[in-house]
């Protein structure tokens, strides 16, 4: 029963989703609909005017986003917000903290593209290579729930199937998955779940099976 208010402007009316756990849950819909706001809630940038996000049982909101983090709730966020001027490896550590190997060699495993440009300037990549770094530097904190606010925003078709087929791949390692998309196809190609949001309320929801035969 999630409810969000800024200034005047009401974004979210009574939102309730079930994360499964080891699974993808797909939150379809258009621009300005309250997809990244409610991401933002979630993640602790933005304070909800009613309703819980709960957990494990807790719920969080009221928690600083680091505490959010540190619960591991980690967010890929929309339009990707790498630092530019920092190399690829300056980013990942930032996202894992002290420098984690283990960490580190999994992501390089990820996206061994990544690894040709440890030493360059992130502002340098591609978009698409842009995205793997987005996405993994949230893996550097080995994160139990994942945050991924529209991954395939401006990439080329090719990179966006690269990116959902690694996104399948990552949830088979056992993480938890929150995808706000709006290529509706791509998303309900890999979810176990969609949910349509619409003016800030949840219109549909149902198994991504069902939701992709639904005309």
Do not use: W
């Not at 790498?82 to 992501?107: A, C, Q, W, Y």
């Not at 349509?196 to 309320?201: A, L, M, P, Q, S």
């Amino acid at each position: 029963n999630l409810s969000l208010r800024i200034g005047v402007q009401d974004i979210l009316h009574d939102v309730s989703l079930n994360l499964p756990e080891k699974g993808i849950l797909a939150i379809l819909g258009a621009n300005g609909v309250g997809k990244t706001s409610l991401m933002r809630c979630i993640s602790g940038i933005y304070h909800p005017t009613g309703g819980e996000i709960r957990y494990d049982g807790t719920n969080i909101i009221g928690l600083k986003s680091h505490q959010i983090v540190e619960k591991g709730i980690l967010q890929a966020p929309e339009g990707r917000q790498i630092f530019s001027n920092m190399s690829v490896l300056e980013n990942l550590t930032i996202g894992g903290g002290p420098l984690k190997t283990r960490e580190l060699d999994h992501v390089l495993k990820l996206f061994p593209k990544l690894k040709e440009r440890l030493k360059q300037s992130a502002g340098s990549l591609s978009g698409g290579e842009q995205q793997m770094l987005c996405i993994g530097r949230a893996l550097m904190r080995k994160p139990k729930v994942l945050l991924l606010d529209e991954p395939s925003l401006g990439l080329a078709p090719m990179l966006v199937r690269f990116i959902f087929d690694l996104v399948e791949k990552i949830r088979t390692e056992g993480y938890s998955i929150l995808l706000v998309e709006q290529n509706a196809k791509a998303a309900l190609r890999i979810a176990d779940r969609a949910a349509v949001i619409e003016g800030g309320r949840i219109v549909m929801e149902g198994t991504a099976r069902e939701l992709a035969s639904d005309s």
